[in-house]
């Protein structure tokens, strides 16, 4: 897993794309939650990546892609894996609550056996970053210091769908409307302070690929 030596640049985007990055609180404690992108396309790459996530304690993972799943390929070689296939599509628009049940109750059902999880999509840029960032929530995290705590992670990340993830949460948790106001208001207050250019970002890693 990532740690702060021998990280790639912030613009480095190719390099970022299925580096396993360890999303840790201001004081350095891990929250059991990896970000990254998807398995290599090449199964002998993919299975390499696998096995050091495997080694690095993790014990399931969260595939928030709806193109294609690897569950097939990880029962094959790691059955004691839990795997959630959450797909939905990166389109932009809301995503529905079902999506941010699935994906985070599996995951805390993971982390609750003391192993960390893995919450993925194609680039980790931004479904995977948001269900974490949901997890995150759910896990009793401060708005400010999730997004943060994720960002730090992992540089690339958009989080766009973190609105949809606050929603969410707010329903799960009962909150008011004034709660759940304060919050947006929050994450609006964080991508003014960081926002970075998604479509950029993502042209990036996809021609990182190419070669």
């Known amino acids: 897993m990532s740690s702060s030596a021998g990280l790639p640049a912030p613009d480095d985007y190719g390099a970022w794309h299925r580096l396993p990055c360890d999303v840790v609180d201001a004081d350095g404690n891990h ?3 990896v970000v990254t992108g998807d398995l290599h396309q090449d199964p ?26 690897e569950e097939d390929f990880v029962a094959v070689h790691y059955p ?26 599996g995951a805390l059902a993971v982390l609750g056996q003391g192993d960390r999880v893995v919450v993925h999509c194609h680039m980790g840029i931004n479904r995977g970053p ?9 896990l009793g995290w401060g708005v400010t ?44 207050a ?13 042209r990036k890693v996809r021609d990182a690929d190419k070669n």
Do not use: K
């Open 31 to 33: 929250s059991g939650v």
């Open 44 to 69: 002998d790459l993919a299975l390499e990546q696998l096995t050091g996530w495997v080694l690095a304690g993790v014990g399931g993972i969260v595939d928030c892609r709806v193109e294609w799943t």
């Open 80 to 105: 004691d894996v839990a795997y959630v296939h959450v797909g939905v599509d990166d389109h932009g628009g809301r995503q529905p609550d079902s999506w941010f049940d699935q994906g985070v109750d």
């Open 130 to 138: 948001s269900m974490a960032f949901a997890l995150l929530l759910c």
């Open 145 to 188: 210091d999730a997004l943060n705590a994720i960002r730090v992670a992992r540089p690339i990340v958009g989080l766009i769908y973190a609105d949809d993830a606050i929603s969410w949460f707010g329903r799960r948790a009962s909150w008011s409307l004034d709660q759940e106001a304060d919050a947006q208001a929050e994450l609006t």
């Open 190 to 202: 964080w991508l003014e302070g960081s926002a970075i250019d998604v479509d950029h970002v993502i």
